[in-house]
């Protein structure tokens, strides 16, 4: 069986001799122990249990066509548009049972993005690239591996170009090419889940000219290499994982995300997918975004739903929950919520077939996704937060509920309705305000995956304005040249479709 469960995950990443991973200032030596990122392997370890647990197992396995044995979905090759649902429904599912980001995804995309890029680049003669990224394929799926997907570069000043960056490594670069590999330097930023994962996949994170061809370079790595040091970034409520309680830092998951530096790292040819190709730099980028933006649909969904049991479970607690501005407002929370689910499902459905055996999320349905989740997650904080009441920012800490001075005060001024105790109303309040305004949530709903501005410019260039203003102008009774398509989307092709077509 190639299907690890969680606890073979996390003996893989303890013992590591080469990587330098820091957190405050000080290095860690073993990720799955230390307090600050324990949350985050848990979290990460759920995608490895959930191919075990009773009703996520037959959801998180699947078919590997390129070693013919069932494997976790997360390093799975889509191959039909329910594989694509399958994943959507699969990411809601993990959030339900972890509260965070769970972080393995991204490689999950990368693994898709160069599979499709790859066959895009045979079908014009380029074969090589496939038959490497095919035996990754083959090595990722035997051993189960955890990915971290690699895109955002340091970038430096964001007007320039990168070969015309004052800091010549803003963007990860190729420095020397020798026949047995390449030599890399540069860093990438906001890596999810990085230290908590067995191998980098690389990809470059804009379209390029070609002065930048040493910049349009794509790879993977083992996390554990000499010369890659992973700063890890700071969250919001982050100490109180230190403080050893059980209430306050709930839930116990949570993710992180980090700086990784390649310090003239040494990657093998084999383990090149991509170099030098500034031809393919959007479509590889245009590709990985579609992918990362549909799956949003899914967790932000899965923290959607805990927010709304939070919230109505608070309003029991106290008393209101038949109050019809209750009521309207959850009503408002479960709309937002399945609004940014459907447009995940709708992008899986209406997938697109780039090339054999390589099925693409619907482009436009995938940026709609995005935009909608880098709204609503704050619409619904806002009335999640309006519900609880002020207690989410004022209320006492566990060791206040713990303190046997006033342990009896708190716990005759913080009780509602006699059902529920003080300590009821702490664990889901702070539930409620570690999930409702922590990073996953908040920060990663709007930047993740791209930017807002990035999900504009895509549905305005795949959206054709000049075909629906004939449809206008004809009803209008003008004159026009307006032929109607055979399908109902006003839409243009992707440059990515424009490829895998050969125009
Ligand atoms: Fe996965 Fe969502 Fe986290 Fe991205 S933001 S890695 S899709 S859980």
Redesign the pocket.
């Known amino acids: 069986m190639v299907i690890r469960t969680g606890e073979q995950y996390l003996n893989s990443i303890r013992n590591r001799s080469k990587v330098e991973i820091y957190v405050m200032g000080k290095e860690v030596k073993d990720v799955t122990t230390d307090p600050f990122l324990k949350p985050s392997v848990m979290a990460f370890k759920a995608t490895f249990d959930a191919a075990w647990e009773e009703d996520t197992k037959d959801l998180a396995r699947a078919w590997s066509q390129f070693i013919n044995e069932k494997i976790n979905r997360f390093n799975h090759i889509h191959n039909s548009p329910e594989d694509l649902a399958a994943k959507v429904k699969l ?1 809601r599912k ?2 339900q049972k972890t509260g965070a ?6 490689g999950w995309d990368a693994l898709n993005t160069l599979w499709v890029i790859t066959n895009l680049m045979a079908q014009k003669g380029k074969t090589n690239y496939k038959e490497r990224f095919v035996e990754y394929l083959k090595y990722v799926h035997k051993n189960d591996l955890a990915l971290a997907g690699a895109m955002t570069d340091a970038k430096g000043v964001r007007t320039l170009r990168p070969h015309q960056q004052p800091n010549k490594n803003a963007y990860v670069r190729i420095e020397e090419i020798t026949k047995d590999g390449i030599y890399v330097s540069g860093a990438k930023d906001n890596i ?2 990085v230290a908590a994962t067995e191998e980098i996949v690389v990809l470059p994170t804009r379209a390029m000219g070609p002065e930048d061809k040493d910049y349009a370079v794509a790879f993977s790595i083992p996390t554990d290499t000499e010369g890659i040091k992973i700063i890890v970034g700071r969250q919001l409520n982050d100490t109180r994982r230190l403080e050893g309680g059980e209430i306050d830092a709930l839930p116990y998951f949570y ?1 992180h995300e980090g700086l990784v530096i390649f310090d003239h790292v040494f990657v093998p040819m084999e383990r090149v997918f991509f170099m030098g190709e500034y031809q393919y730099t959007s479509q590889l980028v245009e590709i990985f975004s579609a992918y ?1 933006r549909q ?2 649909g ?3 969904a899965g923290l959607g739903d805990v927010i709304i049991g939070a919230t109505r479970n608070l309003a029991k607690q106290v008393g209101i929950e038949k109050a019809s501005h209750v009521q309207e407002k959850l009503t408002e929370m479960i709309f937002l919520t399945e609004t940014m689910y459907s447009a995940g499902i709708a992008a899986s459905l209406n997938a697109v077939k780039l090339c054999d055996n390589c099925w693409w999320v619907n482009p436009m349905h995938a940026n709609v996704t995005k935009h909608l989740v880098a709204r609503f997650p704050a619409q619904i904080s806002q009335l999640a937060i309006d519900l609880a009441g002020g207690i989410i920012g004022t209320a006492p800490s566990e060791w206040d509920l713990k303190n046997s001075k006033i342990k009896e005060y708190i716990a005759k001024y913080l009780q509602g309705v006699e059902d529920y105790t003080a300590e009821d109303r702490l664990r889901m309040v702070r539930l409620l305000e570690n999930v409702s305004l922590g990073v ?1 949530f908040q920060i ?1 709903s709007i930047h ?2 791209g930017s807002p501005a990035t999900q504009r410019i895509m549905f305005t260039r795949l959206y054709d304005l000049d075909y629906v203003e004939e449809i206008a102008k004809r009803l209008a009774g003008k004159k026009t040249d307006l032929k109607f398509k055979p399908e109902a989307e006003p839409w243009r092709e992707s440059e990515a479709q424009k490829l895998a077509k050969g125009s």
């Open positions: 990411l993990l959030s980001c769970f972080q393995r995804c991204v999810t889940g993710n990362h799956g949003y899914g967790c932000k996953s990663e993740g995956a």
